[in-house]
């Protein structure tokens, strides 16, 4: 009989310890995903600040090196002097560490080309509708 007994009570304490590791595991888990969703959030954050921050400095009266609004219309001069710009000279300018592609659209959303028929000013890795933003469009 005693040995019924000591048998019964270590069955228990497995169960006991099974449960413990599941908790410590949903606990790590848990942990994992709140920390990997806040920087997540920190990068998005940084990111939507460096694209107000650029399309602040394009439409700014102030800003001559990089401002290519004039009042409520493009400036093709400018414009076409900040195209003629690297792209490492003007993403120091607008002081951003995002990489970006400055291009335009119609109200239907289609890209509309540069004078000089590129599809926008920016990294040749950012994509514009499947193509590279310093690519051409094509006739």
Same mark, same amino acid.
């Given at each position: 009989?005693?040995?019924?007994?000591?048998?019964?009570?270590?069955?228990?304490?497995?169960?006991?310890?099974?449960?413990?590791?599941?908790?410590?595991?949903?606990?790590?888990?848990?942990?994992?995903?709140?920390?990997?969703?806040?920087?997540?959030?920190?990068?998005?954050?940084?990111?939507?600040?460096?694209?107000?921050?650029?399309?602040?400095? %394009? +439409?700014?009266? /102030?800003?001559?090196? $990089?401002?290519?609004?004039? *009042?409520?219309?493009? &400036?093709?001069?400018?414009?076409? !002097? %900040? +195209?003629?710009? /690297?792209?490492?000279? $003007?993403?120091?300018?607008? *002081?951003?560490?995002? &990489?970006?592609?400055?291009?335009? !659209?119609?109200?239907?959303?289609?890209?509309?080309?540069?004078?000089?028929?590129?599809?926008?000013?920016?990294?040749?890795?950012?994509?514009?509708?499947?193509?590279?933003?310093?690519?051409?469009?094509?006739?």
């Amino acid at each position: 009989m005693r040995i019924a007994k000591s048998a019964r009570k270590a069955q228990t304490i497995s169960f006991d310890a099974l449960i413990g590791v599941g908790l410590f595991i949903v606990a790590v888990i848990l942990l994992f995903y709140i920390t990997g969703r806040e920087s997540k959030g920190k990068e998005s954050v940084q990111v939507e600040d460096d694209s107000e921050k650029l399309t602040g400095l %394009l +439409s700014s009266p /102030q800003n001559t090196s $990089i401002s290519i609004v004039s *009042g409520s219309k493009v &400036d093709s001069g400018r414009l076409e !002097e %900040l +195209s003629m710009l /690297q792209y490492e000279l $003007i993403k120091a300018q607008a *002081g951003t560490s995002a &990489d970006f592609c400055i291009f335009f !659209e119609d109200e239907k959303g289609n890209v509309i080309p540069l004078p000089d028929g590129r599809i926008g000013i920016g990294n040749a890795f950012v994509n514009i509708s499947g193509k590279a933003c310093n690519g051409t469009m094509p006739p």
